[in-house]
T-cell receptor, first 111, second 115 residues
Framework: DAKTTQPNSMESNEEEPVHLPCNHS???????IHWYRQLPSQGPEYVIH???SNVNNRMASLAIAEDRKSSTLILHRATLRDAAVYYC????????????FGKGTRLSVIA | DVKVTQSSRYLVKRTGEKVFLECVQD?????MFWYRQDPGLGLRLIYF???????EKGDIPEGYSVSREKKERFSLILESASTNQTSMYLC??????????????FGEGSWLTVV
């Protein structure tokens, strides 16, 4: 799976939008972009994924650049419960590779 | 909701003991995984399984073995626990990984301390 690059940490004020960037310049045409997050003392949980088009769900939105070399996870209104480590992961269409996690971005939310 | 259940949340074991970490999923997933997570090192894959009685080594299999006798259950075994195996262990499951849109679901983690 291709590599991703994320900032080590970010900070946001409560109830403001948060944009978490991810660079994946070596992405292949069949790689899906997945986002997971890990709350303190818990296992990672799925947030969202996409291939080419922007995606929305109840948790977040995923904006994918036209060249697919970068993407942004958008939390529309950060809450204290959104404080977590966010992982951006690429997953290929072929092969049996499990998820490979990088270091992720630690998001702090300030009240 | 998909549920991945790890049998023990917190364990303390002695050096040299044989340790079993059990994981059960209720979604009929073919694939199951064991990771460990340590500060500064992130999540590292120990073993995974794509079918009953099948197993594949991950990045750090040394000192571990696994058992998958039933589809819903994947056990991680520490044959002779050592202090450097003190860690948080995470079990996960997913349906066919060849379909990249499929989500992986994690358990809450098992915190193992070896003294």
């Amino acid at each position: 799976d291709a590599k991703t690059t994320q900032p080590n940490s970010m900070e946001s004020n409560e109830e403001e939008p948060v944009h978490l960037p991810c660079n994946h310049s070596t992405i292949s045409g069949t790689d899906y972009i997945h986002w997971y997050r890990q709350l303190p003392s818990q296992g990672p949980e799925y947030v969202i994924h996409g291939l080419t088009s922007n995606v929305n769900n109840r948790m977040a939105s995923l904006a994918i650049a036209e060249d697919r070399k970068s993407s942004t996870l958008i939390l529309h209104r950060a809450t204290l419960r959104d404080a977590a480590v966010y992982y951006c992961i690429l997953r290929g269409l072929t092969g049996n590779t499990p998820l490979v996690f990088g270091k992720g971005t630690r998001l702090s939310v300030i009240a | 909701d998909v549920k991945v259940t790890q049998s023990s949340r917190y364990l303390v074991k002695r050096t040299g003991e044989k340790v079993f970490l059990e994981c059960v999923q209720d979604m009929d997933h073919e694939n199951m995984f064991w990771y460990r997570q340590d500060p500064g090192l992130g999540l590292r894959l120990i073993y995974f399984s794509y079918d009953v009685k099948m197993k594949e080594k991950g990045d750090i299999p040394e000192g571990y073995s696994v058992s998958r006798e039933k589809k819903e259950r994947f056990s991680l075994i520490l044959e002779s626990a050592s202090t450097n195996q003190t860690s948080m262990y995470l079990c996960a499951s997913s349906s066919n990984p060849r379909i990249s849109g499929n989500t992986i679901y994690f358990g809450e983690g098992s915190w193992l301390t070896v003294v």
